[in-house]
């Protein structure tokens, strides 16, 4: 059973489309979150949902905007993408009050 | 503000050696620190944490770290690798919100 799941694995898309992703988790964790790695491989924190509700928003650009419609699913949906978007983004989840996170595969998103 | 360094972009290493992957932190609040390993194309595993108590800290696939509080490090370490160990690995440090504010990742490369 996958703990924490993500699709689609690869996304290719043109620079100004929108496009989505989603995150689901079957650990019944209360806190999910989005993270970003870039070409450098470095990884940065872009939001964070405890129970549905927006706990963490790291100075991110307002074309990302995250939808959690329940504590299991996290997505992350994306305006006129930009060619800086392209990276591979993470999704994660936790228990509440606890520190260890638990990682999907990621998603490559690749913008034209 | 809570930061980590990782002090080895790059660690080459033959088989059957021992490897020390150095990672320095800063933070004025308690520290929860981790280790995760990001093989090829997949998510991020972790490897070990520390929390409290004991500052040496087993994880799995034999790696082990230790906490230094008057260093501010939590260097990992493993006795002897394998060719499967070769891979990227991320410290990691718990901030606000539950957030994980990562280094900048050392490619370990295990050589025959």
């Known amino acids: 059973d996958t703990a924490v799941s993500q699709t689609p694995k690869y996304l290719v898309t043109q620079m100004g489309n929108d496009k989505s992703i989603k995150c689901e988790q079957n650990?019944?964790?209360?806190?999910m979150y989005w993270y970003k790695q870039d070409s450098k491989k470095f990884l940065k924190i872009m939001f964070s949902?405890?129970?549905?509700?927006?706990?963490i928003n790291e100075t991110v650009p307002n074309r990302f905007s995250p939808k959690s419609p329940d504590k299991a699913h996290l997505n992350l949906h994306i305006n006129s993408l930009e060619l800086g978007d392209s990276a591979v983004y993470f999704c994660?989840?936790?228990?509440?009050?606890?520190?260890?996170?638990?990682f999907g595969p990621g998603t490559r998103l690749t913008v034209l | 503000a809570q930061s980590v360094t990782q002090l080895d972009s790059q660690v080459p290493v033959f088989e059957e050696a021992p490897v020390e992957l150095r990672c320095n932190y800063s933070?004025?609040?308690?520290?929860?620190l981790f280790w995760y390993v990001q093989y090829p194309n997949q998510g991020l595993q972790l490897l070990l944490k520390?929390?409290?108590?004991?500052?040496l800290v087993k994880g799995i696939n034999g790696f082990e770290a230790e906490f230094n509080k008057s260093q501010t490090s939590f260097h990992l370490r493993k006795p002897s690798v394998h060719i499967s160990d070769t891979a990227e690995y991320f410290c990691?440090?718990?901030?606000?919100?539950?957030?994980?504010?990562f280094g900048q990742g050392t490619e370990l490369s295990v050589k025959p």
């Open positions: 994660a989840s936790s228990r509440a009050g606890a520190n260890e996170q638990f």
């Open positions: 650990l019944g964790h209360d806190t």
């Open positions: 949902y405890n129970n549905k509700e927006l706990i």
């Open positions: 933070s004025s609040v308690s520290v929860y």
């Open positions: 520390y929390l409290s108590g004991s500052t």
């Open positions: 990691a440090v718990s901030g606000q919100g539950g957030k994980l504010i």
